[in-house]
């Protein structure tokens, strides 16, 4: 049975940093990124990797994010440094194992002004 459970989430003032952890089980999982979804906006990819460590992210955290893997742990990491307002939401991870993408519940993530 595949499992993604997020976690990391929280409260965090303007600048400040978080550190999120997705763990990915019952599967080999090719790409894995982490999506957020703002109050009232669509959910939007903010950070993908591949298993060969190529990475992609969306130009409004270029520089802030960074995406990171250990495959041997089917875990995928997301540092977010300077964190803004704008940044608030809900951040999900997506697993893909082929043709089929695993999705986990997901975490809160608030930054206050």
């Known amino acids: 049975q595949v499992q993604v459970v997020e976690s990391g989430g929280g409260l965090v003032q303007a600048g400040g940093s978080l550190r999120l952890s997705c763990a990915a089980s019952?599967?080999?999982?090719?790409?894995m990124g982490w999506y957020r979804q703002a109050p009232g906006n669509q959910r939007e990819l903010i950070a993908s990797?591949?298993?060969?460590?190529?990475?992609n992210y969306a130009d409004s955290v270029k520089g802030r994010f960074t995406i990171s893997r250990d495959n041997a742990k089917n875990t995928v990491y997301l540092q977010m440094n300077s964190l803004k307002p704008e940044d608030t939401g809900v951040y999900s991870c997506?697993?893909?194992?082929?043709?089929?993408?695993?999705w986990g519940k997901g975490t809160l993530v608030t930054v206050s002004s």
């Open positions: 997506k697993a893909n194992a082929g043709w089929v993408d695993y």
């Open positions: 019952g599967s080999i999982f090719n790409a």
């Open positions: 990797i591949t298993i060969g460590g190529r990475t």
